[in-house]
């Protein structure tokens, strides 16, 4: 079993920032990837960042240089760093952790920027 656990996430005022943390834990030998996705009520779920175990990163379009991701591999952790926070990025946030062939998720933590 992997257990995948986000932590981090809160209100915040728009331009504010947080940062996301997510620890994958359990019987894990080789993680591939590890990222982020999100889901707003309404909408379907969308990629906010991947990182791979070569650091190999890919953003959402809406990101624009906003967001950073970035790994601990010792501790099989994934942070995601998110600056000049908007409304619309107001969203449950879930992490992922791809340990070939199974994508193992969190339950989510919930970001809502807001005044």
């Known amino acids: 079993q992997v257990q995948v656990v986000e932590s981090g996430g809160g209100l915040v005022q728009p331009g504010g920032s947080l940062r996301l943390s997510c620890a994958a834990s359990?019987?894990?030998?080789?993680?591939?990837?590890m990222g982020w996705y999100r889901q707003a009520p309404g909408k379907q779920r969308e990629m906010v960042a991947t990182i791979t175990t070569d650091d190999s990163t890919n953003y959402g379009d809406f990101v624009k240089g906003r967001f950073t991701i970035s790994r601990y591999n010792a501790k099989n952790t994934v942070y995601l760093q998110m600056n000049s926070l908007r409304p619309e990025d107001t969203a449950v946030y879930y992490c992922?952790?791809?340990?070939?062939?199974?994508?193992?998720w969190g339950q989510g933590t919930r970001v809502t920027v807001s005044l």
């Open positions: 359990g019987s894990i030998f080789s993680i591939y990837a």
């Open positions: 992922y952790t791809a340990i070939i062939p199974t994508t193992y």
